[in-house]
């Protein structure tokens, strides 16, 4: 596969041609303007750029294509940069484009009838939920990056998000899309249908591709109806086995509403977020393990938190919880989410954190956490593990913070050590290494140990179609 040194800069010509694409005002080359499109927010990747393209239009993205793979420029897709696995960034190099869709922000159309939203890539998502809910719909995905976080980006690494257990991962929430391609046209039918079986699925090929065969431009959504009562709770739990009890035993109970969140927290990650970012302890009592437990539900106001306390005080009375506090008023349900979406930015605050994101079985959950601390305290005595993490769908963050110690250069010098610990014990439970944050560069070097020799080829020769070149994020995702 191409490389990003395999490329030269844009020339000189090409630099004007692409200039005439966007407008010159559009074309970003001052290195301090383009510093925030060239680092990721924990700044583990830190990479260089010939220039930064503001696209207007989808057909402008098309055209930047085109003249790319004719001359040969490296293309790096950009979103609203919250990956984590570097597969936004470019390379240090210096030679690549980075194409960003953030004018790329309309939301085309909300078919209440059908159910749906069409709209640009460049949409941010908390822009997009908006809409949905002065529609009386709510919008499929729910991330902590929902205020910077583009649906484009959503789709390109196929997110998930808190409310996958509800209605499942973009993947599953996408009807159609389109993309532009290196040849230098637009391709796919931004079409409602909910049944169009006319050959092969080329949206799903995009859905998960990390830009590195095109650049989606637009999609249709599906939206949900509105739920018209939320109770949220946090309840202490004694292990991340009676958590994991705790879903079968809910869903069992629930009469009026709906499981839309449960989030698997452990004691440090509280201290953590209460210590950092502001938000309050749960109980006044310390639990070695939390979960955030949200029902929802079309019954009225009442029917979710009628479910909520009826299931709860049956949990207890299982021993599969010690406490619970439950939300009263908007404002407390607001204090709750604070607590749980501190979680990843409280990390920095103390020192170096080596992440990883991945899924199991969620029955395995447990051995996952237990064997993988064990792994990790074998390779950093005095590490503080903080997995956390979308309980109802098997995704754990498994984040390592440094000894309160070590040097944080030290510690994120073990980062492949560490992560190659975790990823083994997910391995041998049947899990993913990748559960919603992608591939990137982080871990392109594991994709021949995921996938076997002909899976691979078979992914190489749908790149080399529409990628004939192998400009599109070069050095990502595929060995």
């Known amino acids: 596969m191409s490389a990003p040194q395999d ?4 020339s000189a010509e090409a630099m004007e041609r692409l200039a005439a694409i966007v407008g010159a005002r559009h074309v970003i080359t001052d290195e301090e303007a383009m ?3 060239l680092r990721e927010w924990r700044d583990k990747y830190v990479g260089r750029a010939a220039c930064v393209l503001l696209p207007g239009s989808e057909e402008e993205v098309a055209a930047i294509l085109e003249v790319a793979n004719a001359e040969r420029i490296a293309i790096v897709p950009q979103g609203g940069n919250t990956g984590l696995v570097g597969g936004q960034i470019p390379f240090e190099g210096g030679n690549e484009v980075v194409v960003s869709l953030k004018r790329l922000n309309r939301i085309l159309d909300i078919d209440a009838v059908g159910g749906v939203m069409t709209l640009q890539a460049g949409v941010v998502l908390a822009d997009a939920q908006e809409a949905a809910r002065k529609a009386g719909f709510e919008f499929p995905i729910d991330l902590a990056a929902a205020g910077s976080c583009m649906v484009g980006g959503n789709l390109a690494t196929n997110a998930g998000g808190l409310n996958v257990i509800a209605h499942g991962v973009a993947r599953e929430n996408c009807l159609a899309l389109r993309a532009a391609i290196p040849a230098g046209a637009l391709i796919g039918r931004l079409t409602a249908l909910r049944k169009d079986n006319t050959g092969y699925d080329l949206r799903d090929l995009f859905i998960g591709s990390e830009g590195t065969l095109g650049i989606i431009t637009a999609a249709v959504m599906k939206l949900h109806p509105a739920f018209d009562d939320v109770a949220l709770a946090w309840v202490a739990v004694p292990s991340p086995e009676e958590a994991v009890r705790l879903i079968t035993f809910i869903r069992r109970r629930l009469e009026k509403s709906t499981l839309t969140a449960m989030e698997l927290v452990c004691r440090t990650g509280i201290e953590f977020a209460v210590r950092h970012m502001g938000a309050r302890e749960p109980f006044a009592e310390p639990a070695p393990w939390y979960v955030l437990v949200e029902l929802s539900a079309h019954g ?3 029917s979710a938190m009628h479910d909520m306390e009826e299931i ?3 949990a207890f009375e299982e021993g599969l919880i010690s406490d619970a506090a439950l939300a009263q ?4 349900r607001e204090a709750f989410r604070k607590l749980r979406e501190g979680m ?4 920095k605050y103390e020192g170096g ?3 990883s994101d991945i899924s199991v079985p969620v029955a395995k959950i447990p051995a996952m956490i237990e064997r993988g601390i064990a792994e990790v305290l074998k390779i950093v005595p005095g590490a503080r593990p903080v997995p956390f993490g979308h309980l109802g769908d098997g995704n754990l963050h498994f984040n390592i913070s440094q000894p309160v110690d070590w040097k944080k250069e030290d510690f994120l010098a073990l980062w492949e050590e560490v992560t190659t610990a975790i990823n083994e014990v997910t391995l041998s439970l049947g899990g993913s290494i990748s559960a919603e944050h992608g591939i990137g560069r982080m871990k392109k070097h594991w994709m021949t140990r995921i996938h076997t020799p002909e899976e691979i080829a078979a992914m190489r020769a749908i790149k080399a179609h529409f990628d004939p070149g ?3 994020n070069p050095g990502k995702l595929l060995p």
């Open 7 to 10: 490329f030269a800069p844009p």
């Open 35 to 37: 510093r925030p499109y």
């Open 300 to 302: 009225g106001p009442g």
């Open 312 to 314: 709860l005080g049956a």
């Open 329 to 332: 008023n908007a404002g407390q």
């Open 344 to 347: 990843s930015e409280a990390q």
């Open 353 to 355: 954190s080596i992440k």
């Open 470 to 472: 192998g400009i599109m």
